[in-house]
Structures are given as C-alpha cells and as structure tokens.
C-alpha cells in the first residue's frame, strides 16, 4: 500500500513559525491534505493542494509540494498557543485516503 | 449544517465481547468512509460505502468487524468479538459526489480492549 511518512513531534516557541514535513510514495495522488485534530475533537480539513501545483497559501498556512521528491510541507507562520495539536499529512486519489501517523506540535509561551 | 457525529465518544470493553459503533454522516453524502488509528500509528482506512453498496472494504482486517449502512443514512461497525488489538481510535468520514476532494470527519470513537 502507499506510505505517508511523517515526523512525531516538533516543538516550538509562539510567534516563530512550524514547518511540518510529509512524505509519500504515491506518485499518483490527485490531492494532497493537511488535517488538524485537537483534543478530544475530529480531524478537520486545514488546507489541500491539487497534485499539479507547487504552493498555496491561506493566511498564516503555506503548503509546500515537491512532486519529483514526493514532499510536502505545511508551515505555520507566527504560531499560536492554539496551533497546538496533531497534524496529519494525507494522500488521495480519488475515494481513497492515505494518512500519515500524524506530528504532533507544541507550542511554548 | 450537523457536521458528522459518532457514539458512543469512548468504549471500554473486555476481550470476547462484542461492540457496535455508530455514524451519522453529513445529510446528503453519499460516500461514508470507516479509518481507525491505532496508538500513535497512522490513520488506516477500513471501508468505503457508497450508500448502502460496499464500495472499497480492502482495510476491513478481518472477518471480526462487519459493517453496515442499511437505507444508505447512519453506518454499523461491529467488532464480535473484540480482540486486545482492536483498541483504537475509529474515525468515520462523509463527502459527497463521485470524486470527492473534501472528507469531513467524525470526532472518532475511543474503542479500549481490556
């Protein structure tokens, strides 16, 4: 099956920004996502980049796609004490999703 | 909009017994999607439903979990009989159309198997 590869954890201080880095194996993904799951909540949609392009941004959110390295990055500008929480890298073609095991991000007054 | 809901939140339940979550996707969509996350590990897909058909069930690990979507509204899914391993977090998703950019996700329910 495919792979999503994620790192486990990143901590950083409020107002620095967070890189958050993914990989994957498919090649054939139509989209690629970043979810956030806070405490005790769902996962719910960030932000998503169609496979064709490089960047997109969306406030503070900045989505990074390296399709010939299979790499994409999520970086959080100015982050919050609120970022804190579990981001999770997803593949899709079509129906099908393939989720990362997620990174956790602290963040420290 | 009622975004999806999932009960129960949190399930304990001993090993050999039998458990059957439950999921209510978004009025309207069509497709309901079952994951679950073991500890710490990634979000792993279980099934797919289109309406009341099995669409995909290739992550279903085995014949222990049964799924269902009777009328093509709220989603089953029954452990019987649950295993220590089954412990996880079972997320349901929704979306709507045939090929769908957006899943919108439940809140999960937290399976533990004593």
């Known amino acids: 099956g495919e792979d999503v590869e994620q790192s486990l954890f990143l901590s950083v201080r409020e107002g620095d920004s967070s890189v958050i880095n993914c990989t994957y194996t498919?090649?054939?993904?139509?989209?690629l996502y970043w979810y956030k799951q806070e405490p005790g909540a769902g996962l719910q949609l960030l932000t998503y980049?169609?496979?064709?392009?490089d960047m997109k941004q969306d406030q503070r959110l900045t989505v990074l796609l390296n399709k010939k390295d299979k790499h994409l990055s999520l970086r959080i500008a100015d982050t919050q004490t609120g970022d804190s929480a579990i981001y999770f890298c997803?593949?899709?073609?079509?129906?099908?999703?393939?989720f990362g095991s997620g990174t956790k991000l602290n963040v420290k007054p | 909009e009622a975004g999806v809901t999932q009960f129960p939140s949190h399930s304990v339940i001993e090993k050999g017994q039998t458990v059957t979550l439950r999921c209510d996707p978004i009025?309207?969509?069509?497709?309901l999607y079952w994951y679950r996350r073991v500890m710490g590990k990634e979000i792993k897909f279980l099934l797919h439903?289109?309406?009341?058909?099995?669409?995909?069930e290739s992550g279903m690990p085995n014949n222990r979990f049964l799924a269902e979507r009777t009328g093509g509204t709220y989603s089953t899914l029954k452990v019987q009989p649950a295993e220590l391993e089954d412990s996880g977090v079972y997320f349901c998703?929704?979306?709507?159309?045939?090929?769908?950019?957006?899943?919108?996700f439940g809140p999960g329910t937290r399976l533990t198997v004593t």
């Open positions: 980049i169609f496979s064709n392009m």
């Open positions: 998703a929704s979306s709507h159309g045939l090929t769908p950019r957006e899943q919108y």
């Open positions: 009025s309207g969509h069509d497709n």
């Open positions: 498919d090649s054939s993904s139509t989209y």
């Open positions: 997803a593949e899709s073609n079509f129906n099908k999703f393939y």
């Open positions: 439903f289109v309406k009341e058909s099995k669409q995909d």
